[in-house]
């Protein structure tokens, strides 16, 4: 028998701790705790109160706050009262959320109390003007979740706009479910693990991935508000679970105090959001005795593939499809190609964006015309179904009518001793159309392209050898870690 609100996403994480109630969910980084109970008691509150300010279910919320267990409520919040959860990055400028607003239209707006520009907004402040915690004690919570259907919008998550303006790729209760157990169970998560916590909650790895998985086994939550080294690998003695970015493994790493001992109750270490180089496996395996977990998503599909949990995990490779995702690799027409060959991943499953919102255009070319999702990132895969990536379509270099596929130079370049990071780039060029451009980030002084050239002459044809080199102290990066190859190409097109 169904019951009202349980095709509601909401409503399956409510069940999942419904036995658990009195157990710890998240452990702030003051050391205050909130259970189960309480954190679903507020979750019932904020659904309230948004519903009071004029939310129905259909309506999207944006949401620009700082991370924080009250946040972490606003969303299931937002689940709860049937309404869509807008996050974005708090660090936009009022320049960039007007633009979000404007796109989402929202009917509520939730910002911290610095940025409560419009009288109607509302905020996470604990008083003062359209404070959310006030409010609660002057609405009724709304007891249970709204009853939605599985192809209602939850979500709706922008995507970083590296090439264009940022779209909205709009999830639908379904598609949080079905990811949610996917992971859950390749992961094996059980109730008797512990989770870290130290993600940025307004994208996909955050909020879903890392969150989900220990909401449908209710266990503790160790929650950062922001990533610190030494604070991490404290909590790691206590802890069976960690997700990170790549970042988060190299910052790891530069800390003395990662160990094989500090790790000793781990079981899992997964990586995403950004590429994770085979020399910053190495690295974390050799400190730590553990091989990381990397797998692959996006926005717009949540997380479709990962190395296994049993099994083995390769450095540069991103696994193998979950249970319940489809993929392939295909051409620029669509069609599936032979094995091994190097296309453009292609997705299918319940789990991919019902659409990008208001963009019926967009939506249409994001799709093959029998129904796959068209990721944009180039790889290939072996007969055995693993997937091995090689960067996005959008940053392959045409020079002199040859493909470059940038990953393939990076792998070289990285494997140098002396180059920390690099990153390969196209240029305008007026002879070959596009040249190859190298910006390397070395340990000491800068690797010349005499040190470069021998590696480069044993690897790679010659049309694939940088033109150029650039060195920097650093790479731009967005929040989640991914190398902004547009604001390079800017700077030394």
């Known amino acids: 028998m169904h019951t009202a609100g349980d095709r509601n996403f909401a409503a399956e994480l409510l069940n999942a701790a419904a036995a658990r109630m009195a157990g710890t969910f998240l452990t702030d980084d003051d050391g205050s705790t909130l259970t189960y109970g309480a954190f679903f008691d507020q979750v019932r509150r904020y659904a309230g109160v948004l519903v009071a300010a004029g939310a129905a279910p259909g309506d999207r919320v944006v949401v620009q706050v700082e991370k924080s267990p009250n946040a972490v409520a606003l969303y299931v919040a937002c689940l709860w009262a049937g309404t869509a959860h807008v996050p974005l990055n708090p660090t936009f400028t009022p320049d960039e959320r007007a633009y979000f607003i404007d796109d989402a239209r929202p009917s509520v707006v939730v910002v911290d109390p610095t940025q409560a520009a419009e009288p109607s907004w509302l905020t996470l402040a604990a008083d003062g003007k359209g404070s959310v915690t006030n409010q609660m004690a002057e609405v009724e919570p709304l007891a249970h979740p709204v009853d939605r ?56 790895h955050g909020l879903f991935v890392a969150l989900h998985c220990a909401m449908l086994s209710a266990i503790p939550v160790r929650f950062h508000r922001r990533f610190d080294a030494d604070a991490v690998i404290d909590d790691l003695a206590d802890a069976t679970v960690f997700m990170g970015v790549p970042t988060h493994y190299g910052r790891l ?16 270490f997964t990586c995403g959001s950004a590429p994770l180089s085979e020399a910053a496996f ?24 990962s190395n296994p949990y049993d099994g083995e995990r390769i450095a540069g490779s991103i696994g193998f499809a979950l249970p319940g995702v489809e993929a392939r690799i295909i051409d620029r027409d669509g069609h599936a190609v032979e094995t091994g060959t190097v296309g453009v991943v292609a997705i299918r499953s319940r789990q991919v964006m019902r659409e990008y919102w208001g963009r019926p255009e967009a939506t249409e070319k994001a799709y093959t015309t029998d129904g796959w999702f068209i990721t944009g990132d180039v790889g290939a895969m072996a007969i055995d179904g693993r997937i091995t990536l090689q960067g996005r379509a959008s940053d392959m270099i045409i020079s002199g009518g040859e493909n470059v596929y940038p990953r393939e130079i990076e792998l070289v370049l990285d494997e140098l001793p002396g180059i920390i990071e690099s990153v390969v780039i196209g240029v305008p060029d007026p002879d070959f159309g596009e040249r190859v451009l190298a910006v390397l980030v070395c340990s000491g002084e800068s690797v010349s392209a005499e040190t470069i050239q021998p590696a480069l002459d044993t690897s790679l044809a010659r049309f694939k050898h940088p033109r150029r080199y650039e060195y920097v102290d650093e790479l731009p990066r967005n929040a989640m870690g991914k190398v902004q190859k547009n604001q390079l190409r800017q700077r030394y097109g």
């Open 149 to 204: 259907a599985d192809s209602d919008l939850a979500a709706i998550l922008y995507t970083s706009g590296t090439t264009g303006r940022p779209k909205g790729a709009a999830l639908t209760h379904e598609g949080l479910r079905a990811n949610a157990w996917s992971l859950h169970g390749a992961w094996h998560f059980s109730a008797d693990d512990r989770l870290v916590h130290g993600l940025p909650i307004f994208h996909v």
């Open 253 to 268: 790493c530069a800390n003395e105090r990662l160990t094989p001992e500090a790790c000793a109750s781990i079981r899992l």
């Open 282 to 305: 190495d690295d974390f395996t050799a400190r730590s005795g553990h091989r990381i977990c990397e797998r692959y998503g996006m926005s717009e599909t949540g997380i479709t593939v």
